[in-house]
């Protein structure tokens, strides 16, 4: 790939920055303002049926599961940023494969033996994670310290933080003991649905622009929103820590 020049690169980066950046620090001033709950992405009716019901109930965890990833941006950016470049289906399988190994383990190991993060703290490193990859994609890392991390290993340990970002939610909706393994494996099997629809929905629109000149002149100025949006979601936690009375 061709990648545009020094100057071309900071103009690109430069506009894309002049544009979100007012938006981000926008959203950061109003976080103090914002109810505790929408930070922690739970949702008040799922978590009030979650704490109504016992026994085992696989239906209602699968489809919680699905609900969760597809509308987690959070999850949908680090996945965007892990298959930009990747074009065959076999590498795209590999790094998702990844991604659902690490996110699985530590979703289901948490919940089972009770161990949560700080949500803020741990939503503010999912953050960083769609930093991570955003700067991976534009060559940065490359420039900066001229060497590439290992890309898979990185998407297995970022897996790892989303999962605990999963199972910190769940202990927060209070599930019932009663049924728990089957039940977490049904909102595993939920949260990998949702994953493959997610991932369908984006290779189908990547497939489109991939098609068009626009690609490669603009591969760049996406990676830079995206790592913006990425620093967007680390205030947004960090704040929301800052002014959480708990």
Not at 73 to 80: A, G, K, P, V
Not at 142 to 146: A, F, H, S, V
Not at 207 to 213: D, E
Not at 224 to 229: D, I, R
């Given at each position: 790939?061709?990648r545009?020049s020094?100057?071309g690169?900071?103009?690109l980066?430069?506009a894309?920055?002049?544009?979100?950046?007012?938006?981000?620090?926008a959203?950061?001033?109003?976080?103090?303002?914002?109810d505790?709950?929408l930070a922690?992405?739970?949702?008040?009716?799922?978590k009030?049926?979650i704490q109504e019901?016992?026994g085992?109930?696989?239906l209602?965890f699968?489809?919680l599961?699905a609900?969760?990833?597809v509308?987690g941006?959070?999850?949908?950016?680090?996945?965007?940023g892990?298959?930009?470049f990747?074009?065959?289906?076999?590498?795209i399988?590999?790094?998702?494969?990844l991604?659902?190994?690490?996110?699985?383990?530590?979703m289901?190991?948490?919940v089972?033996f009770n161990?949560g993060?700080?949500?803020?703290?741990?939503d503010?490193?999912?953050?960083?994670?769609?930093?991570?990859?955003a700067l991976d994609?534009?060559?940065?890392f490359?420039?900066?310290?001229?060497v590439?991390p290992?890309?898979?290993?990185?998407?297995?340990?970022?897996?790892?933080?989303h999962?605990f970002?999963?199972?910190?939610?769940?202990?927060?909706?209070n599930i019932s003991?009663?049924?728990?393994?089957?039940?977490l494996?049904?909102f595993?099997?939920?949260?990998?649905i949702g994953?493959?629809?997610?991932?369908?929905?984006?290779?189908?629109?990547m497939?489109?622009?991939?098609?068009?000149?626009?690609?490669?002149?603009h591969?760049y100025?996406?990676n830079?929103?995206?790592?913006?949006?990425g620093?967007?979601?680390v205030?947004?936690q960090?704040?929301?820590?800052i002014?959480s009375?708990?």
């Open positions: 790939m061709q545009p020094s100057e690169r900071r103009t980066q430069y894309a920055l002049r544009l979100l950046l007012p938006l981000a620090l959203l950061v001033l109003v976080l103090p303002g914002v505790a709950a922690h992405a739970v949702a008040a009716g799922d009030g049926y019901i016992t085992v109930n696989l209602p699968t489809y599961g609900k969760h990833m509308t941006y959070d999850h949908i950016l680090f996945l965007f892990v298959i930009f990747l074009y065959r289906l076999k590498h399988g590999i790094y998702v494969s991604f659902a190994l690490g996110h699985s383990t530590t289901l190991l948490g089972y161990v993060i700080n949500s803020y703290i741990i503010a490193i999912i953050g960083l994670s769609v930093v991570y990859k994609n534009m060559g940065a490359q420039r900066w310290l001229g590439q290992n890309t898979k290993l990185a998407t297995l340990i970022f897996g790892l933080f999962g970002g999963l199972s910190t939610k769940i202990i927060e909706y003991p009663d049924g728990l393994v089957p039940n494996l049904a595993n099997i939920g949260v990998e994953q493959l629809v997610a991932l369908s929905i984006i290779l189908i629109a497939g489109f622009w991939r098609r068009t000149p626009s690609f490669l002149r591969a100025t996406a830079t929103v995206m790592m913006t949006a620093f967007v979601l205030g947004y960090l704040t929301g820590l002014v009375p708990t």
